[in-house]
């Protein structure tokens, strides 16, 4: 059975850190990209942060965190990772990892997709 | 960026009833790459069609989604109680990489 468990969430003063995990079983880790999607209080989706599978990985990220946040995963220990810096009170949101699946030959993908994900670890920014 | 943007913001119907949930994208999304996910309170997300109309693993045939180019619907036949949600299309796209609408509630009238 696939689990991902976030972890780390906790409450931060603006500009502060904090590094999110998120532990995966149930599947060939390595395999797979992951997410970082985040959802503010009462507000919808948001994605945060891409990394591709395999150990020389591509990331990207959301404008409205790029240079402030990094994605990476220890494929050892089975963990996604958001190393977040620079924290602002807009950052405020439950963090959930999500498993990224497609479709792919040729070199290109279809029906691409998070066809699993955690239940999120909340983590607030405020003073 | 593409901007999907979902209607209605709040759907009321009743059990029985037939809803029709729609995602407008600002430009051409390709249908390969649209995806619908169902969300209740204090849950994740569940992915639930993929690909405009492919239904993810264990979703009911009551689920069903259609549309091409930048209009797209997911249709639930027969609202069961536990299908009274919030759904969210999402679509994969190059920058940012992914974008998501921001949700259509289908509350109990």
């Known amino acids: 059975e696939v689990q991902l468990v976030e972890s780390g969430g906790v409450s931060v003063q603006p500009g502060g850190s904090l590094r999110l995990s998120c532990a995966a079983s149930g599947f060939p880790f390595s395999d797979y990209a992951m997410n970082w999607v985040r959802q503010a209080p009462g507000k919808g989706l948001e994605w945060v942060s891409y990394?591709?599978?395999?150990?020389?990985?591509?990331?990207y990220y959301a404008d409205s965190v790029k240079g402030r946040f990094t994605i990476s995963r220890d494929n050892a220990k089975n963990s996604l990772y958001l190393q977040m810096n620079s924290l602002r009170d807009e950052d405020t949101a439950v963090y959930f990892c999500?498993?990224?699946?497609?479709?792919?030959?040729?070199?290109?993908?279809?029906?691409?997709?998070?066809?699993?994900w955690g239940r999120g670890t909340l983590v607030t920014v405020s003073s | 960026e593409i901007v999907l943007t979902q209607s209605p913001g709040t759907l009321s119907l009743s059990p029985g009833e037939r809803a029709t949930l729609s995602c407008r994208a600002s430009?051409?999304?390709?249908?390969?790459?649209l995806v619908w996910y169902q969300q209740k309170p204090g849950q994740a997300p569940r992915l639930l069609i993929y690909g405009t109309s492919s239904r993810a693993t264990g979703i009911p045939d009551r689920f069903s989604g259609s549309g091409s180019g930048t209009d797209f619907t997911l249709t639930i036949n027969r609202l069961e109680p536990e299908d009274f949600a919030v759904y969210y299309c999402?679509?994969?796209?190059?920058?940012?990489?992914?974008?998501f609408g921001q949700g259509t509630k289908l509350e109990i009238k």
């Open positions: 999500a498993r990224d699946i497609a479709d792919c030959s040729g070199g290109t993908c279809h029906e691409i997709r998070f066809d699993h």
């Open positions: 430009q051409s999304v390709s249908s390969s790459y």
């Open positions: 999402q679509q994969y796209g190059t920058s940012p990489r992914y974008t």
């Open positions: 990394i591709s599978p395999g150990t020389s990985s591509s990331t």
